[in-house]
């Protein structure tokens, strides 16, 4: 079988976002289904290192120096960290480049997964179900629209973005924002300059 991705692509790519949750994966080097919604001591999930880490912080002469440590330690667990799955690397940047449009089943089809091993992977790696990410990354398509001046009308933006029809767009950003584009929309300061309070 031919695989859909690139061989030559790199697995360890997040599709542009040096942290993004495959890297998170790595760096914790536990299912990331384990961490979704959960505030987690720095022990629990890099033993006594992270214990150690806040203490490394507190004696570090300033923020370059804080950062250098970070980094350093950030960058030394990578370097011994597994790569992700190149499936999974190939599944989400696919994905994301889509903007979450990218039908869900297809990709299985394309990776000659099932539908269940594919949300395994997906949950093991990226921490939700493709179908939860997809929905996420439109929502954040929607809200990037939203902020640029001279906007269309929002039923235009659901189709640019993914969506079957503007109550569907409407559905999706009450469960993730708490009000209607309309409202968040209004919300908004000119000039890209953030959200009213």
Known sequence: MTLPY????P????GGDDLGPLTAHREFGLPMHE?????VELEEVWGRPGAQLPEMLHGAPGWEARFDVLDRFVAGRLSVAPPPPRELSWA???????GGSAPIGALA???DWSPRRLVQEFRAGLGMAPKS???LLRFERVIRRLRTEGHPS????????GYCDQP??????RQFAGTSPGEYAASLMPVGGGVRA
């Open 133 to 135: 990410l997809a929905r």
């Open 6 to 9: 690139s061989p030559s692509t």
């Open 92 to 98: 989400w940047g696919r994905l994301r480049r889509s």
């Open 109 to 111: 089809a394309e990776l």
């Open 168 to 173: 569907h767009l409407n559905r999706d950003f």
């Open 11 to 14: 697995a360890t790519s997040t």
């Open 35 to 39: 961490l979704t919604g959960r505030v």
């Open 154 to 161: 929002l039923g235009e933006i659901a189709l640019e973005c």
